[in-house]
């Protein structure tokens, strides 16, 4: 996104700076200019990706190696894989033009930074399918020009996380640029001279602020990303160098640079961004142009630009200087910073916090392809890994492109026209039927079923009167633990009135207990077959015989109905004996009450439906006053089986809005599935007026929370956030990747829920929460300028929220994280015919032999490339804070228990490109020289204790696994 990171905001924040030099230091002389030429090049925006291609980004990559290949003192910094990887691929693209890109890499004229697919968006985007696009784009770099990246660059996406610097140090990062922060934590690092500091990404890491193994030195670019005024040669009211303007062109720049130094660490070195949104498509012209001005500042240095050096650099380049130069002088780093940057506040009531669900559709289609994508991985893995097969792994390769694609920051966000939003969805769309086709082959080989289908209308033979059907469903099980969770099966199409269904575990023979759902119009259901998915292991496939008979002579199963709840009823619970609800037939929901949650105990649990109208809302910004309670359901319906208890809340507005609660009665053991209460909601389009509409459901406890709330950072890292006092609610909206949750001030009782995908949240009252479900704006607000759209949103959203009331103990945490896991990765379901006996299989292999502790996740599990015997990347996360009560300092994992006797493990980079004792991280001198930590390399253990993985808190550990067999 690039017109308020380009040139909109500019006078602003220069005013803000220039006040800043006042109270900054004194610039110095003899400082060094780095200026760091470089195309920003959005993956879809105002066009598709494929659009920009086409029109400008395959110019701006051949056109930059030719200059550079002319003259040895230019330099340019390549970012998005994406555009990198299609040209390199294009048949247009010479083989000459290749090795001219390998020679400049080489020379380190042309330095690849970051190198993901994308640049990623931090607020929104799961740190999963992030990895996965870095390494997806790491790997190529590699393979093709033989360079691993080893800086970052985030100058665009929309805030910043906490648990970037955790990844980039992670993958071996030396230093790390971005860009936009709220505006008041700008102008104080700006005023403290500290606009480059230690950012430390793990939370768990020793408060004090020495140097860490997830440290990562942060420069902030404390204007645009854009070259300076009058050094972008390509905008249209540009005036080309000549011997006549070249003083003025020199002096502006002068002036920008001094605007900038006193920012910064006193290194005698400072950044100057030299570039744009798709800048350099003439290449010919910008450093043509920018050259002169660069000379006649070098030149006229001593009489009028304080012996100053101007140099065209790398962000590498630049930070190898400051780093040399630090530690030559003993100077230390001004600042250290422990914490992230969100929201993006950009200006005074902009809250660009409208991001965190524009678009929800798409984000809940990102969210369920990462999780069919984990599923495609383990079972090639199991089915053909071992031949390798490029037919199958390019169906692969079709899912990580679109899941990368879609983590960049205007698409994810929901901030690209409504056009693109498409092609992203095509992307999705396209990649999950290549995984489903995958996956049925997969089965079919590995003979857990025949003409497989994802729908069981297309998998399950119908029964007739007198002929019985047997089917296979199979279910699989991509989490590291082994699972007994109860699935729903849409039975549209396959229900026949009187049908008897019988469904059995293929392995043990078991049978399993049943439940029928018939249709229900008061609530918009279709007929669903419920069971419970026993004994599923970790990483792994099971299949299940589901025997459906129709006509004389047999039993039907009992339908359970829904009914429509008499106001007159008054109070009436739902509840399995472990957790349960209480409604009042005329306003809904008004109790809670867990084994975990206040001793069990009925609690006060009030849930509302808000409208918040806007004013200047965009896709971007939320901005608001206070929301409008909308009022209990018009009805409440009811419909109670022996598996699932359901009681459906309608409301008359945005479509006729669902909320459907539900607890669980499973007959097998499953602490998982007792604890958790679904929260299903359908809602849309919405029922937008004025300039918009946002729609928020709200949770009401009487916890004593002081004021507190917790959302994630990017699915891993929980953080404590306040509410501004007297600000805007939307001042104080942080995206909750994963969940969002209220906790007993001091540690106790806690209650949040776990989200399918990200939503804003907030919270508007003490021991309340709110999540934003959906948003609809009908004027075209700030800062749409650039997009030229209004967010006219009317599709409709079914996400299902996981309720979790419990503690802050140790026990509760670990249960809210695995149900989080378990919420955003449901069991996949496939249905077909059994196949033949002497080809059957009642499950697949697995990579694990046990399932993992609790708190150690199974984050990766799949080959590197399409080739006989590929290498298997492995991922381990431990997924606790030190914060957690009773928290180890180590969790161990053994290897051979896990993994198997024979398996051997080989440390790796967290993007796999490198093996881990080949990563060395700079160390940086911290503010406070006490208790000071040489970076040296990776976290965790410096080798592989051969009986033990040891994972810190958050820690991510990355192998290629050897199973040994």
């Not at 996400?799 to 919420?823: C, D, H, I, Q, W």
């Not at 059994?834 to 499950?843: D, H, M, Q, T």
Request: net charge negative; with cysteine.
């Amino acid at each position: 996104m690039g017109v308020v990171g380009g040139g909109l905001c500019v006078a602003t924040v220069l005013v803000l700076g220039l006040a800043c030099v006042l109270v900054g230091r004194v610039a110095g002389e003899g400082e060094t200019v780095h200026i760091i030429c470089h195309s920003h090049d959005d993956v879809g925006y105002v066009k598709t990706y494929e659009q920009y291609y086409e029109d400008q980004v395959r110019f701006i990559i051949s056109s930059v190696s030719d200059e550079l290949a002319k003259d040895p003192e230019l330099r340019f910094i390549q970012v998005e894989t994406a555009y990198f990887q299609m040209w390199w691929e294009d048949e247009r693209t010479t083989q000459a033009q290749r090795e001219t890109i390998k020679a400049l890499a080489a020379s380190g004229q042309l330095e690849f930074v970051s190198g993901g697919i994308v640049m990623n968006d931090e607020a929104v985007a799961h740190y999963e399918p992030v990895i996965q696009q870095m390494t997806e784009g790491h790997l190529f770099l590699l393979n093709t020009v033989g360079v691993v990246p080893a800086f970052g660059w985030q100058i665009d996406p929309f805030g910043a996380s906490s648990v970037t610097p955790l990844l980039w140090a992670a993958s071996g990062f030396n230093g790390h640029v971005i860009r936009r922060i709220n505006w008041e934590e700008s102008f104080a690092l700006k005023a403290a001279g500290s606009e480059e500091f230690l950012w430390r990404g793990d939370a768990c890491a020793p408060a004090s602020p020495a140097s860490n193994v997830s440290d990562i030195y942060t420069h902030i670019l404390g204007l645009t990303y854009s070259a300076p005024h009058g050094f972008n040669f390509e905008h249209p009211d540009a005036k080309p160098a000549t011997p006549e303007n070249l003083p003025l062109l020199a002096d502006e720049f002068f002036a920008n640079v001094l605007v900038r130094l006193p920012w910064y660490v006193d290194s005698g070195h400072v950044m100057v961004p030299a570039g744009g949104d798709f800048a350099y498509t003439n290449a010919s012209l910008m450093f043509r142009n920018q050259s002169a001005v660069v000379a006649y500042l070098n030149e006229h240095s001593a009489a009028k630009y304080r012996n100053m050096t101007f140099r065209f650099s790398t962000v590498g380049e630049y930070f190898a200087a400051v780093h040399a130069s630090l530690a030559a002088s003993g100077t230390r780093v001004n600042q250290f910073v422990d914490k992230d940057f969100l929201p993006y506040i950009e200006l005074p009531e902009t809250d660009w916090t409208g991001f965190f669900t524009s678009r929800p559709s798409l984000k809940a289609f990102s969210r369920a392809q990462d999780a069919n994508l984990r599923v495609a991985e383990m079972l090639y893995l199991h089915a053909f890994r071992a031949a390798g097969s490029a037919a199958q792994f390019a169906r692969l390769a079709s899912g990580r492109w679109a899941q990368s694609i879609l983590q960049h920051h205007d698409a994810i966000t929901g901030t690209s026209k409504l056009q693109v939003v498409a092609d992203y969805k095509k992307h999705l769309a396209e990649a999950t039927a290549a995984g489903n086709a995958l996956a049925f082959d997969a089965l079919a080989h590995l003979g857990l079923a025949a003409n497989v289908s994802t729908s069981a209308r297309k998998g399950l033979a119908r029964p007739r009167a007198g002929s019985p059907v047997t089917s296979a469903v199979v279910v699989c099980n991509s989490l590291g633990w082994a699972r007994s969770d109860m699935v729903a099966v849409d039975f549209d199409g396959v229900y026949v009135d009187g049908m008897s269904v019988e469904v059995s575990h293929a392995r043990s023979g078991a049978q399993v207990a049943v439940q029928l759902d018939g249709e229900c119009e008061a609530t918009g259901t279709r007929p669903t077959l419920w069971f419970q998915a026993v004994d599923v292991p970790a990483a792994a496939c099971v299949t299940f015989k589901i025997e459906l008979a129709v006509g004389s002579g047999v039993e039907p199963e009992p339908v359970a109905g829904c009914a429509r709840v008499p106001a007159s009823d008054g109070a009436f619970t739902i509840d399995n004996g472990v957790v349960g609800l209480k409604f009042d037939a005329s306003a809904g929901v008004t109790g809670v009450r867990s084994a975990d949650y206040r001793g069990g105990a009925w609690s006060l649990l009030d849930v509302e439906l808000i409208n918040y109208a806007s004013s200047l809302g965009s896709a971007y910004v939320f901005r608001t006053d206070i929301g409008v309670v909308l009022g209990g359901p018009a009805a409440l319906v009811r419909s109670s089986g022996e598996l699932v208890e359901t009681v459906t809340a309608v409301y008359t507005v945005h479509g006729k809005t669902t909320v459907s609660w539900r607890v669980f009665h499973p007959p097998a053991p499953s602490a998982d599935q007792k604890r958790r209460i679904d929260v299903a909601v359908a809602l849309g389009p919405v029922d937008a007026t004025g300039d918009g509409t946002n729609v928020a459901l709200r949770f009401v406890t009487d916890l004593e929370a002081n004021g507190g709330f917790y959302t994630d950072d990017s699915g891993l890292q929980y953080r404590l956030r306040f509410t501004e006092p007297g600000s805007a609610p939307s001042y104080s909206y942080y995206p909750a990747v994963s969940g969002v949750h209220v906790a007993a001030w001091g540690g106790g009782a806690a209650l949040g829920v776990a989200v399918p995908y990200t939503h804003g949240a907030g919270s508007p009252s003490n021991g309340a929460f709110e999540v934003m479900v959906h948003r609809r704006m009908l004027q075209n607000g700030w800062p749409n300028a650039g997009l030229g759209q209004a967010l006219n949103d009317t599709t409709r959203v079914h996400p299902v929220f996981t309720l979790v009331a419990g503690n802050t103990s140790r026990a509760g945490v670990a249960m809210r994280t695995k149900l989080t896991y378990l919420n955003n990765n449901p069991l996949a379901l496939f249905f077909g015919q059994l196949p033949p006996p002497e080809l059957a299989a009642s499950a697949t292999p697995s990579i694990l032999t046990t399932s993992l502790p609790e708190f150690a996740h199974l984050l990766t599990a799949k080959v590197r490339d399409g080739g006989p015997g590929a290498p298997i990347m492995l991922r381990l996360a431990r997924l606790d804070q030190c914060e957690t009560e009773g928290s180890e300092e180590r969790l161990c994992i053994p290897t051979a228990a896990t993994f198997g006797s024979a398996a051997s493990l080989d440390e790796r980079s967290l993007t796999m490109v490198l093996p881990r004792a080949k990563v060395s991280r700079w160390s940086w001198p911290a503010p406070n020289p006490t208790a000071e930590i040489d970076a040296g390399g990776l976290a965790g253990d410096s080798a592989v204790d051969t009986e033990c993985v040891a994972l810190s808190p958050l820690e991510i550990r990355a192998f290629f696994l050897h199973p040994g067999v």
